[in-house]
Structure formats: C-alpha cells, structure tokens
C-alpha cells in the first residue's frame, strides 16, 4: 500500500461538478489499494475575489487580516470536498492549515512552513479515512493564520509529502504536464515526461507558474517524487525527479517568461568605492528584492552607471527610494521602465555546451527584437526586452532551439 498526496488546483475544484471529479478521482486512488491525503486551493478566481475585496476597503491592507481573509478560500473547497467524498461512502476529514499544525514562520502574505505535525494525519489513515488539507495556509507560534504566498497549495503538497514520507506528491492542474514552455502561449510546446529538480526550480523562478517555487525546494531537499498530472484527462504527466545517468539530456529544457518585472536606471553616480552599496542598501532595507544588475563606468572613470530590475509590484517604491538616493550622491539622471519582460532558456545540458547563448541572441535579433538585460548561470541564460516581444520572443527561441520535436539522443 502507497500513500498519496494528491493536490487539486483552482480550476480543477472551480466548480460543484468539478468538486465531485475530484471526489472520484480520490476514489479511483483509493480503489487501487493507496492511502490519499488531499490538500486543495480555493476554487478558481476566489482568492483574487477576497484580493479585490480587501482593496476596495484598503489601499495597504493589515498583513494579517489579509491572510484571515484570504485563507478562507479553501475553508470552502476542503470541506466540499470532504461531503463529496462522504457522500460516496468514503470516511474523510477536512483540515485548516492550523488543525492540522502546519507551522509557519510569522512573515504574512508569504509565510514559510517550518514543521507539520503528523500524528494526527496519521491517525485518521489508520482509521481508513481520507485527510482533506487545506492548502496555502498555515499558523505561526502565536497562533495567527498565515498564508504561504500566491500557488502556495503546491508547497503544502510536498511539505506534507515530505512530512509523511509519501510515496509520491502528485499535483492535479488544468494541463497535463510541464512543457517545454506555457502551452497557452506556445501551442507546439511538448509536454516533458522528466525534468529535474534543479531545472524544475529554475523554470518556477524565472516565471513558470506551474509549481510555486518553494514547492520544488521542498521536493528535491526532500527527495519527494513529484508528478504534474491533469485533473481532467488521464497521462502520466511529468516526473520530476533527481538528475539521472539514464535521463535524456536535453540541451534546453525550457522557456520560461516573466512579466513581473520593472527596470530603473541611475546615470552619472561619483565612482567611489562603495557606491552599490549606498545605491542598493536602501532598496534592499525596504525589503524590495533586486534580481539582474549591470554596472558600467563611464569612460572618463569618475562616474558610473548602474541598472538594476525589481518585481513590478516594488517599481514605484524602488524608483522613490532611488531618486532619493540620487540626490543624496549627485547623480545626473534616474529612469525606470515597468514595460519590460524577462526571457529564459534553462536546461541543465547548458554545462557541457558551448554557443546556447549566441544562437539565443542571434534568433531574437533575426525578428528585430532589442535586448535590453542579459544574465547567466550555470544552467540558465535570461533576457530583458520589451513587453510587447513577450509572445513573439518565447516563439523565436522555442523555434531556434527546436523544442517542439523530441530530443534526439
Ligand atoms: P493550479 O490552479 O492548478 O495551481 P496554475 O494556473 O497555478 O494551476 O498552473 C497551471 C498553469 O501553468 C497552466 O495553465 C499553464 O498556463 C501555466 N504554465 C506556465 N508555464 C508552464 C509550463 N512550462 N508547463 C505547463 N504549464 C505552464
Ligand atoms: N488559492 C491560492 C492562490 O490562488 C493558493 C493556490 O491556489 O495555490 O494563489
Ligand atoms: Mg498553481
């Protein structure tokens, strides 16, 4: 006998009907000898609803009155679902992140889980029943509900995965696997039977929103086997899974895109040492977190200029606090742009081959498409340009680099 963790996302609990899906899809699993924890999220477009709500009551709601809100969404869906199952004669029990003990640190909005208890999950599998959790929420020290950061139902999944030494941590979504990139904006994408850990992290980082990032640290640090399927046909959707000797090593993997980002610029800094410092330290005490940045010197050596990007949501905050700064240093200009998109390529086949980059570049510059940013790492090349090229560039670079067609090995 197996135990499960299956999770279902917003579209797949989005309605009564689809609630009921699930219930049977719970029972298919059962059917075939496994024991099932469930964890859901609120039913599609609830937890942007309870958002709106709260905006039209604050500009700047109180953290943690955001997370009673908005962990009610899927207070709903688990004991939906629980009746569901009931119904078919199956014993199950829903759970509250803090019934069933998922601490969490106390940052609300984007809590971290740090232990769940597992004694009482435990007990009620003994007792034959199915364990309902819900997702994206948990409860610090003192007590307060917390939530875990937007797609965090993921991250309860494998976390609870990881908790209960599952046998697998399957994630029901509205597609049937990870793809070589967002199959809605590329419909050659190929869905990918594999892909590691290392190469799902990136992906989620750099703007696959497939799985929550923290879901995919939780799996490799862990070691829990994780699977993509669809809620809605059957598959074998994607593993991911440790770095193999058997696995086919793809030179990319994937595309990811990202359209939550803003750039700021500041021309003509006194060129001293310690000048990143006094430029980001302020950026960085306001809690904005600071991803590319290109410095150039000027060619007379006495001035500077730096660039850096931020999430769109920081931009106005980030381009405050910098002109500020401008003026305590001199500076001669500050810009910034929130019309910019970042591109990347990633695939762990990147390690052992040369040209990845130029052939990015020399694609993108084929259709006319400016670069703006470039950034590397070991197993990931990313972009910076215009909003407008956000379609056409993930097209061009699934096209160059042939990603609709099978690895050939
Ligand atoms: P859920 O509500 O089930 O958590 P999400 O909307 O969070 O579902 O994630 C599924 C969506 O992720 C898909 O509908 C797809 O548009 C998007 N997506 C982005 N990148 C990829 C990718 N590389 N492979 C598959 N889906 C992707
Ligand atoms: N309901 C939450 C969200 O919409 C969590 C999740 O779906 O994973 O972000
Ligand atoms: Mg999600």
């Known amino acids: ?46 937890t942007n609803r309870l958002l709106a709500l709260a905006e039209d009551i604050s500009d700047h709601p109180t ?21 569901a199952l009931e119904k078919r004669g199956c014993a199950a029990r829903s759970y509250t992140g803090s019934q069933v003990h998922i601490r969490t640190d106390s940052t609300h909005n984007k809590a971290r889980i740090r232990e769940i208890e597992d004694k009482r999950i435990h007990a009620d599998l003994a007792a034959g029943r199915v364990v309902v959790v819900a997702g994206f929420q948990g409860v610090d020290d003192n007590g307060n509900i917390t939530t875990l950061g937007r797609g965090g139902s993921d991250t309860t999944a494998v976390a609870l995965a990881a908790a209960l030494k599952a046998d697998e941590c399957q994630i029901y979504t509205d597609v049937d696997g990870v793809y070589t ?30 799985l929550q990032i923290r879901s995919v640290s939780f799996a490799s640090r862990y070691n829990v086997p994780l699977r993509v399927l669809s809620s809605f ?23 990811a895109s990202n359209r939550d980002e803003a750039k700021l610029t500041i021309l003509g800094v006194p060129d001293t040492p310690g000048v ?7 950026i960085a005490d306001a809690n904005i977190e600071v991803d590319m940045i290109i410095q150039n010197v000027a060619p007379d050596g006495a001035t500077t200029d730096f660039t850096f990007t931020v999430h769109r949501n920081d ?23 929130d019309k910019i998109v970042k591109l990347s390529l990633v695939g762990v086949g990147m390690r052992s081959h040369a040209g990845i980059a130029s052939t990015m570049f020399a694609a993108l510059a084929k259709e006319g498409v400016n ?17 407008k090229y956000l379609e056409l560039g993930v097209r061009i670079l699934h096209e160059a680099f042939d990603l609709a067609q099978p690895e050939k090995i």
Request: glycine letters at 8%; hydrophobic letters at 40%.
């Open 276 to 282: 990143a410092y006094q430029l980001l330290g302020p």
């Open 63 to 83: 953290p943690r009155e955001l997370d009673v809100l908005l962990s009610t969404g899927e207070q709903v869906t688990i004991a939906l679902l629980s009746m």
């Open 1 to 46: 006998m197996a135990l499960i963790v299956q999770k279902y996302g917003g579209t797949s609990v989005g309605s009564t009907e689809r609630i009921e899906h699930v219930a049977d899809k719970v029972m298919d699993s059962r059917a075939k000898g496994n024991d099932v924890v469930v964890v859901v999220s609120a039913m599609s477009g609830e």
């Open 371 to 387: 670069i703006r940013m470039i950034s590397t790492s070991e197993i990931k090349i990313s972009v910076v340009v215009d909003e």
């Open 181 to 210: 990139t967002d199959p809605r904006l590329v419909p050659e994408a190929r869905r990918l039977d594999r892909i590691t850990y290392e190469e799902m992290q990136e992906m989620a980082s750099l703007g696959s929103k497939v």
């Open 315 to 337: 931009y106005s905050r980030a381009l405050e606090i910098l002109s500020r700064t401008a003026d305590e240093l001199g500076a001669r200009e500050v810009s910034g742009d």
């Open 233 to 255: 046909e059957e598959g074998e959707g994607t593993l991911i899974t440790c770095e193999d000797k058997e696995m086919e090593q793809a030179l990319i993997s994937g595309i």
